[in-house]
Nanobody, 120 residues
Framework: QVQVVESGGGLVQAGGSLRLSCAAS????????MAWYRQAAGTQRELVAV???????NVADSVKGRFTISRDSAKNTVYLQMNSLKPEDTAVYYC??????????????WGQGTLVTVSS
């Protein structure tokens, strides 16, 4: 079984920074793309940033220039560095990962989410 656990959320003032971490564990051969999503109250979950196993990245236009996604493959961990935070970045941030689990193919897993609150 594969699981991912997020950490690093919290309360920060507008203009501040936070770094989220997401560590994958369990039985898998390798991780594929890893991503961060977020869901604000009353809205649908949206993709924030994604990084492939090869290190290619893509971030949403709403956070471009402020958020950076990276990964440490040796630690099976993905990070989201968030700078110049705005109140509209307030949301629960979820980690998503694809993992190759062998003959069974691949699985997609979600974390429980970590709350980021940006005060004005």
């Amino acid at each position: 079984q594969v699981q991912v656990v997020e950490s690093g959320g919290g309360l920060v003032q507008a203009g501040g920074s936070l770094r989220l971490s997401c560590a994958a564990s369990g039985r898998f051969f390798r991780l594929n793309a890893m991503a961060w999503y977020r869901q604000a109250a009353g809205t649908q979950r949206e993709l924030v940033a994604v990084i492939t196993s090869g290190g290619s990245t893509n971030v949403a236009d709403s956070v471009k220039g402020r958020f950076t996604i990276s990964r440490d493959s040796a630690k099976n961990t993905v990070y989201l560095q968030m700078n110049s935070l705005k109140p509209e970045d307030t949301a629960v941030y979820y980690c998503n990962a694809g993992a190759v689990v062998g003959l069974a193919g691949s699985v997609e897993v979600w974390g429980q989410g970590t709350l980021v609150t940006v005060s004005s």
